[in-house]
């Protein structure tokens, strides 16, 4: 679409729906930006069912093993999913400091990586990321907690409100850092163990798909603040109006 086709598109638009201009920006970016990262998610998700369902390769084996024994040489439990090809589900245990996963060796890297920032091990940016994980996973991903936050954060007056606003948005920061964290750890286990080229590329790869589907949430969550915040906005402004006696 040219230039002025989008302005006479926009003008029409204005002069048949005059409510239109009055709809803060963030109703349609917030929505925008809901939709894409929700499109991520599940194009990240597709990946990483593929990658989960395909047996690993003869030096992933070996890399299993050498790093299961790794584990637990550190003293984390391991143990194996059911099914060998049943690692979508694969989670750590920070109380128990244990891990379940199923039988790849990049699967294991990631949780190994997670237990790395448990129990005092670990740099400080990744062990308080890791102790934010529970409440920044509950507030910064799209649920009703967190929709209710931001509706309270938008209801309120003045700055309170973008600052709860804005508070909800970032909530879900230390999920995407203790996530990177863990999956960097894991990376550099996996090349110390003797990993080929190879081997940490396709790693690479599976451990962004896994990360962007968390990223994907975050950003779901977010667009659905901005979009939340701008209709209260919005409705605010009609009743303010009204009771004005303006339009």
Same mark, same amino acid.
């Given at each position: 679409? @040219?230039?002025?086709?989008? %302005?006479?598109?926009?003008?029409? #638009?204005?002069?048949? &729906?005059?409510? #239109?201009?009055?709809?803060?920006?963030?109703? /349609?970016?917030?929505?925008?930006?809901?939709?894409?990262?929700?499109?991520?998610?599940?194009?990240?998700?597709?990946?990483?069912?593929? $990658?989960?369902?395909?047996?690993? +390769?003869? %030096?992933?084996?070996? #890399?299993?093993?050498?790093?299961?024994?790794?584990?637990? $040489? $550190?003293?984390?439990?391991?143990?194996?999913?059911?099914? /060998?090809? $049943?690692?979508?589900?694969? &989670? &750590?245990?920070?109380?128990?400091?244990?891990?379940?996963?199923?039988?790849?060796?990049?699967?294991?890297?990631? %949780?190994?990586?997670? @237990?790395?920032?448990?129990?005092?091990?670990?740099?400080?940016?990744?062990?308080?990321?890791?102790?934010? &994980?529970?409440?920044?996973?509950?507030?910064?991903?799209?649920?009703?907690?967190?929709?209710?936050?931001?509706? #309270?954060?938008?209801?309120?007056?003045? @700055?309170?409100?973008?600052?709860? +606003?804005?508070?909800?948005?970032?909530?879900?920061?230390?999920?995407?850092?203790?996530?990177?964290?863990?999956?960097?750890?894991?990376?550099?286990?996996?090349? %110390?163990?003797?990993?080929?080229?190879?081997?940490?590329?396709?790693?690479?790869?599976?451990?962004?798909?896994?990360?962007?589907?968390?990223?994907?949430?975050?950003?779901?969550?977010?667009?659905?603040?901005?979009?939340?915040?701008?209709?209260?906005?919005?409705?605010?402004?009609?009743?303010?109006?009204?009771?004005?006696?303006?339009?």
């Amino acid at each position: 679409m @040219s230039k002025v086709s989008a %302005e006479l598109l926009g003008q029409t #638009l204005k002069s048949k &729906y005059p409510n #239109l201009a009055k709809i803060p920006v963030t109703v /349609p970016v917030g929505a925008g930006i809901a939709a894409a990262s929700w499109l991520w998610k599940k194009h990240a998700i597709n990946n990483v069912l593929r $990658d989960v369902d395909t047996p690993d +390769t003869e %030096e992933g084996v070996r #890399l299993f093993k050498a790093l299961r024994k790794k584990a637990k $040489d $550190d003293g984390v439990s391991v143990t194996l999913m059911p099914s /060998p090809l $049943d690692g979508s589900s694969s &989670y &750590y245990i920070p109380a128990g400091d244990a891990i379940t996963v199923g039988r790849r060796a990049d699967l294991l890297a990631h %949780e190994y990586g997670h @237990s790395q920032y448990s129990a005092g091990r670990g740099g400080i940016v990744g062990r308080t990321a890791h102790k934010l &994980y529970l409440p920044s996973k509950i507030l910064g991903t799209v649920n009703p907690i967190s929709v209710s936050v931001s509706v #309270l954060g938008s209801a309120l007056p003045g @700055s309170a409100a973008k600052k709860l +606003t804005a508070l909800s948005a970032a909530s879900g920061v230390p999920l995407l850092v203790a996530e990177a964290a863990a999956s960097r750890k894991g990376y550099e286990a996996l090349r %110390e163990l003797g990993a080929s080229d190879e081997y940490l590329k396709n790693t690479r790869r599976n451990l962004f798909n896994a990360w962007s589907t968390y990223a994907g949430d975050v950003g779901t969550n977010i667009g659905a603040d901005m979009l939340t915040g701008g209709l209260v906005d919005y409705i605010k402004t009609k009743i303010r109006n009204r009771k004005n006696g303006t339009h």
